[in-house]
């Protein structure tokens, strides 16, 4: 490779001065003289048919203009970048969080008090909160195709031969929990008409996604919908669903004026994704050298009320369940279940923190019974050129694991004093 | 007594989408004041990818970061990028702005190298200027821009990639999910008071082979990033939930690191360039975090004699496993 001269340098960062003067525009900056003020109106029940929604004393408040529910989008009212499973404004509640109703005002006080007095009537259905009962076949179905949405499945070698002839065989229950995203913002932005063209300016991680839904949504072609992604302070996964985008939009839409919508950090966190919670049986097994020789995984994560990106996060863990080293025989399985939890969706590394948790946890395992350090077994086992991975893929160009091992050994033992070095 | 220990974690990463088409596509204008325009329907998340995408645009047309507008995520300008997630945007929308500007810049080439009667092959741009291999030839890329649009040539380029995946086997997953992986190992140091069980990360050594670092203080950033939402996930963050609801939807009662939580930090850059990569990199942006809490685990451990199989390791956690192993030793 020929010598570069930018690439490879440290050089300030071309957004960095906007956003340290305090400059860049947030979605809750960016204000539109006359926009009117949206605010949603959520469940409190986690699962039940909506049979009536009556907004006759919310459009009697001054100031309140319009309160919009199901019955009023346009489109198809589902979206989700994986399975389009989700309503904008929804006739079925599937979590505490779920969005009723939207209401647009003149002021945001207006909008408040409206959403105190819109009447809901739901028929409770029994809710299913623990993935191994939504799972039973007697469960009540959350989604019409049933509770159990994907199964990912890695196989390769003959595990149960290699568990026979292991040294030493390591079997463990691990739980990981559900997490916020916390990015600095909450989700906010504007819409308008610009003719015939429906503009949105919004935080997010995906504006072609967002426009390919909110067309969807609101059944406008693709190219009359114009996502412009408003100055973002992190996602971390967050920000690749649709969050106030079918809102802005249908409301701007419906009304033909600019709107706007800003989440509290309650809402924020109630009604947007979280991270998986996993249950996970994990098994592994290695030779009296230290060598792995097999993983055996069952991995069942909570996607809560929608798919969202559970299926992507549940079929990465999988594929990544042996963590970084050549394993000859493997036998994983992850399951996606929809429950009445909030939720589950993308967080930065999609299902492969919790598993790395799992498989770490797991190679120290084995390094203590074979009396092995974890540096030694991590050796023994990382993949290099050549090595096949558990989906049968070859890697023969920048393989860096064990490079990443040594490097990181050096340094701590230069920064790390205590670490009393290799004999540890 | 506070005990301490020492945790290792590794961990891979499939760069982009899995087992699936995530293609990105970029335009460039190399404009006839010799400054360029780069679009990119890329999400900047605060990650740092317009800053990457300008560094490669640059190094790729000759001219400075300076010289450089990058445009982004705006549906009505800029072509399909796909979303700002799976750390794909250096690897795949670097390759899509890198190939659009290729385009940009072969033409100045072929008009350079006809103007100065020399082979294409033997000219260089850089810094603005036009050079015959590693000597300047006195031209400047804006003149051979104009005497392009005075002959009716737009200087414009368009590029597109797509990484090479295959689909899984529904059965067995066998199949290439990802064109390339990004790997690393942290290790954390930690001590553990034993009795209100709190855990303090004193130091974690992160080191990330991300291919060619593009901004290495940036890839460091990202690290230090990821490692602060490690420690939350290992140690303090978990949404409660009771019969579908959450009990905690304020920072006021959902716990995530501050300052005061943060250890010292010491990033590794390991480069072990990607060939199909935009100048040889991967990508960084989730595996700063993927290894972090398994390090912390592991260390915890280490320090204990005890292991924890549930996260958070929250203090409640830990002193309980404490008080069930000395309710086991004889008195």
């Known amino acids: ?424 | 007594m506070k005990k301490h220990g020492y945790g290792i974690g590794s961990m891979w990463y499939g760069i982009g989408s899995t087992a699936a088409t995530n293609p990105s596509g970029a335009f460039v204008d190399f404009l006839d004041d010799g400054t360029a325009i780069v679009l990119s329907g890329c999400a900047e998340i605060g990650q740092g990818s317009t800053t990457v995408l300008a560094q490669i645009a640059a190094e790729t047309l000759g001219v400075d970061l300076e010289d450089v507008a990058v445009i982004t995520a705006d549906t009505g300008v800029t072509p399909d990028a796909g979303p700002s997630s799976a750390s794909r945007q250096t690897y795949i929308s670097g390759n899509a702005v890198r190939l659009a500007a290729e385009k940009a810049r072969e033409q100045v080439v072929a008009k350079a190298a006809e103007l100065l009667d020399l082979d294409p092959v033997d000219i260089r741009l850089r810094h603005g200027q036009v050079w015959y291999e590693a000597e300047p030839t006195g031209r400047t890329i804006k003149d051979i821009i104009a005497q392009c649009r005075g002959e009716g040539i737009l200087t414009l380029g368009h590029g597109s990639f797509n990484p090479v995946t295959t689909n899984l086997d529904p059965a067995t997953g066998q199949g290439t999910p990802y064109a390339t992986y990004a790997f690393a190992t942290q290790i954390a140091e930690v001590d553990v008071d034993t009795e209100t069980g709190i855990v303090e990360v004193k130091k974690i050594v992160a080191a990330h082979d991300v291919g060619t670092a593009v901004n290495p203080q940036n890839v460091e950033g990202q690290i230090e990033g990821g490692c602060s939402m490690g420690i939350g996930y290992a140690l303090l963050e978990e949404v409660a939930v009771k019969d579908g609801k959450i009990q905690n939807p304020g920072l006021s009662s959902y716990l995530i690191p501050t300052a005061l939580d943060m250890p010292e930090i010491f990033p590794v850059i390991v480069e072990a360039t990607e060939p199909s990569g935009p100048y040889g990199a991967k990508g960084v942006g989730e595996p700063a975090l993927v290894p972090t809490a398994a390090a912390i685990a592991n260390a915890v451990a280490d320090a204990l004699g005890i292991r924890l199989y549930d996260l958070p390791l929250t203090p409640e956690r830990v002193v309980a496993e404490i008080k069930a192993l000395d309710s086991l030793k004889p008195e």
Not at chain 1, 99 to 119: F, M, N, Y
């Open chain 1, 1 to 424: 490779m020929s010598e570069t001269s930018i690439v490879g340098k440290t050089v300030l960062r071309v957004d960095g001065p906007a956003k340290v003067r305090g400059e860049s525009r947030y979605g809750a900056d960016i204000d539109i003289p006359g926009a009117l003020f949206l605010k949603v109106l959520r469940s409190e029940v986690p699962h039940g048919l909506v049979k009536r929604i009556d907004a006759a004393e919310a459009l009697k408040i001054p100031g309140v203009v319009r309160v919009f529910t199901h019955a009023d989008v346009p489109g198809e009212n589902s979206y989700g970048i994986i399975v389009k499973d989700q309503p904008a404004l929804t006739d079925k509640v599937r979590f505490r969080g779920d969005a009723l109703a939207l209401v647009a005002a003149e002021t945001d006080v207006a909008a408040k008090r409206a959403l105190e007095v819109i009447k809901v009537e739901i028929e409770e259905l029994p809710p299913l909160y623990d993935v191994w009962a939504a799972m039973d076949e007697k469960a009540p179905e959350i989604h019409a195709k049933g509770n159990i949405l994907t199964v990912s499945r890695v196989k390769k070698g003959d595990v149960d031969a290699a568990l026979e002839t292991a040294a030493v065989v390591v079997s463990r229950r691990y739980t990981t929990q559900r997490v916020e995203h916390c990015y600095i913002e909450t989700e906010a932005g504007v819409a308008y008409m610009d003719d015939d063209t429906l503009v949105i300016k919004a935080g997010t991680q995906n504006p072609h996604y967002d426009r390919r839904d909110v067309s969807r949504v609101l059944g406008l072609p693709i190219n009359r919908v114009r996502i412009v992604q408003s100055a973002t302070g992190g996602g971390f996964g967050g920000k690749l669903d649709i969050s106030v985008q079918c809102f802005l939009g249908l409301a701007a839409l419906k009304l033909g004026r600019p709107v706007r919508i800003v989440y509290d950090r309650r809402e924020s966190i109630i009604a947007t994704g979280k991270r998986h919670p996993f249950f996970v049986e994990y098994t592994s097994a290695a030779t009296k050298e230290g060598k792995l020789l097999a993983v055996k995984a069952k991995i069942v994560g909570d996607t809560g009320a929608y798919a969202s990106y559970g299926p992507a996060t549940l079929n990465r863990a999988a594929v990544h369940a042996t963590g970084p080293y050549e394993v000859l025989n493997v036998d994983i399985k992850a399951l996606c279940v929809y429950t009445n939890n909030p939720f589950s969706g993308a967080m930065r590394g999609f299902g492969t923190p919790q598993m790395a948790f799992v498989a770490e946890s797991q190679m120290d395992l084995l390094a203590q019974a074979l009396q092995l350090s974890p540096l030694e077994i991590r050796r023994r086992n990382v993949l290099r050129p050549g090595s096949l991975t558990a989906t049968g893929q070859r890697l023969d160009k920048s393989v860096g694991i064990g490079a990443t091992l040594e490097a990181a050994w050096e340094k701590a033992c230069q920064v790390m004093p205590g670490l009393g070095g290799e004999a540890r």
